[in-house]
C-alpha cells in the first residue's frame, strides 16, 4: 500500500516591502509601529533630512535619498503628509515615485488631503500604472505607536486588499468608504459634525451657565430629552428616509425659537443657534408644521436647486 502523499502548507502571500514618507510627529509612530511589528525592513524618507537620520539612528529603519529610491524597492509607500500639495510634489515633483514604481506599486495616503485633489491624483497614477489608496488616519501618535487608529479606507477593491496587512497592523477600527477619495471626504465630513457638535454643545453651556445651570447637569437633561438617540434616529429614520420618530418639526422649531429669544434676551452672541433658528425656521415654512423632524434632510435637499436668495426671501410662518 503507497502512502499518501505529504500534505504541503498553504502558500502565503509574499511579504510587502512597505516605505513611510513623512517621518513627523504622526509618520514617525506609524513608522514605529510597523518596524517593530511585521516590516523590520522598512524604508522611510522626510524633506527634512536630519528627521530619517535621527529616527534610523534611534529606532532602525533603512533611511532611503529620495521618493524615486523608496519606490524601486517598495511594494507599498506610506504618505502622511499634510496637504495635497505635498503628496502631489512626493508623486511627481523632484525623484517622484511615480516614476519610480514598478506596474502595480501602491501609495497609501494616510494625511489629511484634499478629497478632490485626492481623485484627481490616483487618476494620473493610475496612467503609471500606480495605485492610490486614501487611509486617513483617526486617533493620537500613542494610538499610531500602539495600533490602535480608526481609518477609513478609500480605492479599487485589489489595491485596498494588498494594503490589508498594514492596515490590520495600524488601526483596531478599519471602515471601508468606497472608491479613492472617499474616505478623506468622510473624514472630513466627521470633522464637521464633530465641530459642529462641540460647538452646539458649548454654546448650550455657555447659555445654561448664564440662567444658573450646572454645566454637567445640563448635559445630562439634554441627553434624557433625547441627545442620546441622535445616532439612532439617524440610523433608523434618516437613512432609511423613515422619518416616523413622532416629533413635529414645528414643535422642535418652537423650542429653537424659544432657546434663541433667551440668548437675546441674556445679549448672548450664539451664532450656530442663531444659524440654527433661520434653517429650521425655512425647513418649516417649506415642509410644514407637522412633518417629522427626522425629515429636515428632504429641505436641505431642495436647497441644491434654488440659489440661496430665493430661500432666504421664504417668509417665516
Known amino acids: 500500500m503507497s502512502e499518501s502523499p505529504e500534505k504541503l502548507p498553504p502558500k502565503l502571500p509574499p511579504k510587502l516591502s512597505v516605505g513611510v514618507i513623512g517621518i513627523g510627529a504622526f509618520g514617525s ?3 514605529l509601529r510597523l518596524l517593530w511589528t511585521d516590516f523590520p525592513g522598512l524604508q522611510i524618507y522626510d524633506t527634512d533630512d536630519l528627521t530619517p537620520r535621527f529616527f534610523s539612528n534611534n529606532y532602525g529603519g533603512l533611511n532611503v535619498g529620495s521618493p524615486k529610491m523608496m519606490a524601486q524597492n517598495c511594494d507599498v509607500i506610506i504618505t502622511v503628509l499634510p496637504s495635497a500639495a505635498e503628496l502631489r510634489e512626493v508623486c511627481f515633483g523632484w525623484e517622484g515615485v511615480a516614476t519610480g514604481f514598478k506596474k502595480g506599486g501602491i501609495v497609501m495616503d494616510m494625511g489629511s ?5 485626492t481623485a484627481v491624483l490616483a487618476k494620473e497614477l493610475e496612467a503609471h500604472g500606480v495605485k492610490l489608496v486614501d487611509a486617513p488616519a ?3 501618535p500613542d494610538d499610531a505607536k500602539e495600533g490602535k487608529l480608526t481609518l477609513l479606507v478609500g480605492g479599487e477593491d485589489e489595491g485596498v486588499e494588498r494594503c490589508r496587512p498594514i492596515l490590520d497592523k495600524l488601526g483596531s477600527k478599519v471602515i471601508r468608504a468606497g472608491v479613492t477619495g472617499s474616505a478623506q471626504a468622510a473624514g472630513a465630513i466627521a470633522d ?14 455657555r447659555m445654561g451657565a448664564h440662567f444658573g445651570f450646572e454645566a454637567g447637569n445640563l448635559l445630562k437633561v439634554s441627553e434624557m430629552l433625547g441627545g442620546a438617540e441622535l445616532s439612532r434616529i439617524l440610523a ?13 418639526l414645528g414643535v422642535l422649531r418652537a423650542n429653537v425659537e424659544l432657546a434663541a429669544q433667551l440668548a437675546e434676551g441674556a445679549g448672548l452672541a450664539l451664532p450656530l443657534l442663531e444659524t440654527t433658528r433661520k434653517a429650521w425656521t425655512q425647513a418649516e415654512a417649506r415642509l410644514g408644521y407637522g412633518t417629522d423632524h427626522s425629515a429636515i434632510i428632504k429641505w436641505l435637499e431642495t436647497l441644491a436647486t434654488e440659489a440661496p436668495e430665493q430661500i432666504e426671501s421664504e417668509p417665516s410662518p
Open 138 to 140: 483617526f486617533g493620537t
Open 192 to 205: 464637521y459634525l464633530r465641530a459642529a457638535k462641540l460647538l452646539a454643545a458649548s454654546e448650550a453651556i
Open 29 to 31: 509612530k506609524i513608522a
Open 236 to 248: 433608523s429614520d434618516v437613512v432609511t428616509r423613515r422619518f416616523k420618530t413622532g416629533l413635529q
Open 113 to 117: 488631503t484634499d478629497p478632490l485633489q
